[in-house]
């Protein structure tokens, strides 16, 4: 009597199986030891860069907050002379 994992069909799926496992171990095991560490790196490289454009665009618009509040108090002491001059 020929049992079924005698047959080459069950030992070609046996051996295809084992060496997915195989692999798929390996591939797991370098993306643990070398990838995360990698991704890690990259991902905090771009917090930082991420960061620094924060910081930029906000001294940017502190800049034009400063050059917009300056000019209204230059306009509001140009104006204010006038509007006294034509009351009286």
Same mark, same amino acid.
């Given at each position: 009597m020929k049992y079924?994992?005698?047959?080459? /069909?069950?030992?070609?799926?046996?051996?295809? #199986? *084992?060496?997915? %496992?195989?692999?798929?171990?390996?591939i797991f095991g370098v993306l643990s030891?070398?990838?995360k560490p990698l991704l890690e790196?990259?991902?905090?490289? /771009?917090?930082?860069?991420?960061?620094?454009? #924060? *910081?930029?665009? %906000?001294?940017?618009r502190i800049a034009l907050a400063e050059s917009l509040a300056t000019a209204l108090a230059n306009l509001g002491n140009n104006f204010y002379p006038m509007m006294r001059s034509t009351k009286n």
């Open positions: 079924f994992w005698n047959g080459l /069909q069950f030992r070609i799926s046996a051996l295809f #199986i *084992v060496f997915f %496992l195989l692999i798929l171990s390996a030891t070398v990838g790196k990259q991902a905090h490289e /771009q917090v930082i860069l991420a960061g620094r454009n #924060i *910081v930029s665009e %906000l001294g940017r």
